[in-house]
């Protein structure tokens, strides 16, 4: 991340900037993990940044969080109890509570410091990781769910890209184990780059998930922050197809306070370009 005078910007693999207007420094530490920062900006709210890379920023962070969050919930025909790797600024764990039928949510992620500055300086997404039926677990997510003798209906791999303390969250090992701890019609989601520079993450996580679930697929999101703008999600379940499956009745009768989210961008989000269903071997739309 370099900063000019008045503007913070995100250099992203050496190839691309994306600047924003800063007004004002909130926080800045290093953790054993990575580095912390939060920043106050003249269009964008509070910028959340590790390692120079914007994670969250309170101008659009609803899209990802939504979207993240609403489609393996939504799916689910009864999600009780669900389990949010990663996320420590709180985002997913606010749109995971919005479901009624979630009994609990358990957030493992292995930064305290993200938490702590989430909570102090960016309560609209933290706010509610104090809520009764939220844990909050500080540690390793590989080690959580290789040693968990929990089950879950979601789990949600809210993670930074794949390397540092992420990179084994983008390996089979984990998602043997991701397997292991979801019920029966478990769902699994994941963050998964960006398919216009990263798509060989996206390929990779839908080619280790594939041996592993019967069901995989990715879905797309788009938003002003993340470089490149088009962001995707890796999906995959043990039974539960993303879009044939899904009850449109269950989103309109639970009448979300939503502001990206709904059933038509549901469906919408799995339709994929024709460069990343190439990428991802799918075959093209059947004639209609
Ligand atoms: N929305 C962001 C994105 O798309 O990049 C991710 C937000 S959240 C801040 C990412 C979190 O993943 C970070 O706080 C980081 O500490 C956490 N994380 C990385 N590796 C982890 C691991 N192995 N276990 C638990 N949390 C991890």
Redesign the pocket.
Known sequence: MTTRDGWIDEEYRGIVRTGFRRTKSLFKAK?A??S?EVVQTAGHGKL?L?DG????SERD?FV??EM?AHVPLFLHPRPRRVLV?????G??VREVLRHKSVESCTL????G???EA?RRFIPSTAGKLSDRRVRVRI??????ARETSERFDVVII????PF??????FGPAFYKDVKRILTDDGIVVS?A?SPFYEIGTVKNLDRLLRPIFPVVDAYLFTNLT?PGGL?AFAFASKGLRPVKDLRSTRISSAKLPLKWYNSDVHVGAFALPEFLRKALSRRSPAAV
Do not use: N, R
């Open positions: 953790s993990f990575q912390v959340l590790i890379m914007t994670m969250v962070e990802y969080h993240i790797i990663g996320g420590g600024d985002g997913t493992v992620e292995i930064d410091l993200v938490v989430s540690e390793d997510g590989v080690k959580f809210d993670s930074t890209e540092g303390p992420a990179k084994a969250l963050q780059g993340y962001w």
